[in-house]
């Protein structure tokens, strides 16, 4: 006979990433050329509202650049802070867990001087996952009977096995 069994647990109901990309500007004075530029203390959480998952995060960005004529170096620093919305399929209204990963980790991709400006353009891949609880359907069938097996039946056997185990010649005497 075939039985079903419900499981609760928490699972992955839903889950995506996407690519984001922002361009930004910071004035300085006289700049020649960008030696670099690198993004760090990437900092993020993630919320529902409605449909959507709200990122609300930051990181600083550091750019090194050349300026007067190439004779002189500086770093300059910029807190960065973002709101990011992911719009995500789900199948029901119930309380689920937003857990948001860092898929790339942030990155300035361009670099460039446009007068006393340097732009840069910073991209980063998000990662976002729905846990909730959900119920999963197990089939089951019913267990073969278990055989009784009565005390008389384990002291025979053990009786039978001594009896014919038993050597009368154990014990020899040396003869002189």
């Known amino acids: 006979m075939t039985n079903y069994k419900e499981i609760v647990t928490k699972a992955v ?18 700049p020649s050329t960008v030696l670099g530029c690198w993004v760090i203390n990437h900092n993020f959480s993630g919320t529902k509202s409605n449909n959507k998952i709200i990122i609300n995060g930051s990181y600083d960005v550091n750019i090194w650049y050349s300026y007067d004529n190439d004779t002189k170096t500086a770093v300059i620093k910029e ?3 973002y709101s990011e919305a992911i719009n995500m399929k789900r199948n029901s209204d119930m309380d689920e867990e ?4 860092s898929l790339q980790q942030p990155s300035c991709v361009k670099a460039n001087i446009e007068g006393n400006k340097i732009n840069y353009t910073i991209e980063k891949v998000l990662g976002v996952e729905l846990v909730g609880d959900i119920k999963v359907k197990v089939e089951t069938n019913d267990e073969d009977p278990w055989d009784e097996i ?25 003869t002189i």
Do not use: A, H, P, Q
């Open 13 to 30: 109901i839903s889950k995506g990433k996407r690519l984001f990309s922002t361009t930004n500007s910071v004035e300085v004075s006289n």
């Open 79 to 81: 807190s960065n802070k």
């Open 98 to 101: 937003v857990i948001v990963r």
């Open 150 to 174: 009565g005390e008389e039946d384990v002291i025979e056997s053990k009786e039978v096995n001594i009896k014919e185990n038993i050597d009368d010649n154990f014990i020899k005497e040396d």
